[in-house]
């Protein structure tokens, strides 16, 4: 499993963006578990479901200023072309359970940039 490769990464996170779909609920709830989070972190938001970039932008400007880490568990291709709207290397895909971290630095979660970008990272099941 991924996410045991990653929990580091994932110790932090103060919220879990998902889609309604049951498989990303259930990998959300999934990672709560491997990475010992409280479910009470994830929040469906119905427009992650067949979302456009534009959605997925509006669900991330939306998360809490007082929130520094936050994941979202969604469905391609919205979540491959919104990462590489800010990667400087883009990636050429991103598989099933594949992960995209993006770290910015900014004061409010609408202000999230390409030349905000601090550190990245992508990784994928295949690669374990």
Not at 31 to 46: A, H, K, P, R
Not at 103 to 128: M, Q, T, Y
């Amino acid at each position: 499993m991924l996410f045991s490769h990653w929990a580091n990464e994932f110790k932090g996170v103060e919220l879990i963006a998902t889609s309604p779909a049951n498989r990303a609920k259930s990998t959300s709830m999934l990672l709560c578990q491997t990475v010992d989070l409280s479910q009470n972190l994830i929040s469906t938001y119905e427009s992650l479901y067949e979302a456009s970039v534009a959605n997925v932008y509006a669900v991330v400007k939306s998360f809490p200023d007082e929130v520094n880490i936050a994941a979202i568990v969604g469905h391609n291709p919205s979540l491959y072309y919104f990462a590489n709207q800010y990667l400087k290397n883009q990636i050429e895909n991103l598989p099933t359970s594949g992960i995209v971290k993006l770290v910015f630095s900014c004061n409010s979660w609408g202000e999230i940039s390409r030349a905000s970008l601090v550190d990245s990272k992508f990784d994928f099941p295949k690669n374990h």
